[in-house]
């Protein structure tokens, strides 16, 4: 969601603060409340997202759950708890069943992401030649870090922030990567092939 350009808040573990609501819900579907010291606990969203879209913000909620807890008849009818606050309210809600994020996939969206954890700032660090270059230097089946050692060479910009800009572009999109094949230094580079 994060590489969505519409997306501008992604809150996690949203509280439903509308604890009334909840208990009747529970009541309804007779599923147990979680109290704590006595006194109801909120009910948690795993991620609220707000995209802005042509007619202003929308939200949408999303419950991220393996296949063996959606699965499961007593977390089932909490999440039907979840699902039911949303409808009410007219937010879309999601079940992410997290069997789709294989290790490839997280590993790849971890280094891309990297360009954020090295406070690379797109905005005044993206050369704007830098995609110029990559098109005309890419060549597929050859190392990630033989491609960023050229372009160094050819931006003559640090090895560090090439990399970065590499990632940044890659999480942005602006670099169609191929999401099912490994991304590391020490591995070819597969980009999607161009629609036509």
């Known amino acids: 969601m994060e590489r969505r350009e519409s997306v501008i808040d992604i809150r996690e573990q949203w509280p439903i603060l509308d604890l009334d609501r909840t208990l009747e819900l529970c009541t309804e579907l007779e ?72 290790k490839t996939l997280l590993e790849i969206l971890r280094f891309m992401r990297g360009w954020f954890r090295h406070r690379f700032n797109p905005e005044t660090q993206l050369d704007p030649r830098f995609l ?10 050859e190392l990630l870090s033989e491609l960023v050692a050229r ?13 970065d800009m590499f990632r940044y572009c890659a999480w942005s999109g602006q670099i169609d990567i191929s999401l099912g094949h490994p991304l590391a230094l020490n591995r070819p580079l597969f980009l999607n092939q161009k629609k036509r």
């Open 151 to 163: 372009l160094t060479k050819t931006l003559r910009l640090p090895n560090s922030q090439v990399l």
């Open 31 to 102: 599923v147990r409340h979680i109290y704590k010291r006595g006194l109801p606990e909120p009910f948690t969203i795993d991620f609220l997202i707000t995209e802005l879209t042509a007619d202003g913000k929308s939200y949408r909620a999303a419950s991220v759950k393996t296949s063996e807890d959606a699965a499961d008849p007593s977390k089932r009818l909490r999440l039907e708890v979840e699902h039911r606050w949303c409808q009410e309210r007219g937010i879309p809600w999601t079940l992410v069943d997290t069997s789709r994020f294989n």
């Open 132 to 141: 110029l270059a990559f098109e005309s230097v890419y060549k597929s089946n």
